[in-house]
């Protein structure tokens, strides 16, 4: 599967944004996928995931109660929807793919990558 991140920008301090995922292939509802974000001179980290049906979600606790992953299988498009931006939020987001129903959270259980995109939150 291929994926394609997309939606960031450049955002004040409390704002919103909303990061899509689009993947190819007509597999995407067999696999769990995940958020991860990785800020200059820091190690790719665990943001949030989704099981294969959209029944099950887990959050990074930096990022719960703030941001909600969603997806949507008949248009093969992963969401994450983030409220209430901090500074500490800025990062190159990427959304990954996993052949796996269940949610994981490491970053070596995921099989597939999107290119990521830059998500700045200005103070």
């Known amino acids: 599967v291929q994926l394609q991140a997309s939606g960031g920008g450049l955002v004040q301090a409390w704002g919103c944004l909303r990061l899509s995922c689009a993947a190819s292939g007509r597999t995407f509802s067999s696999y769990a996928m995940g958020w991860f974000r990785q800020a200059p001179g820091k190690e790719r980290e665990f943001v949030a995931a989704i099981s294969w049906s959209g029944g099950s979600t887990y959050y990074a606790d930096s990022v719960k109660g703030r941001f909600t992953i969603s997806r949507d299988n008949a248009k093969t498009t992963l969401y994450l929807q983030m409220n209430s931006l901090k500074p500490e939020d800025t990062a190159v987001y990427y959304c990954?793919?996993?052949?796996?129903?269940?949610?994981?959270?490491?970053?070596?259980?995921?099989?597939?990558w999107g290119q990521g995109t830059l998500v700045t939150v200005s103070s």
């Open positions: 990954a793919a996993a052949r796996v129903s269940f949610i994981v959270v490491d970053t070596t259980a995921y099989d597939y």
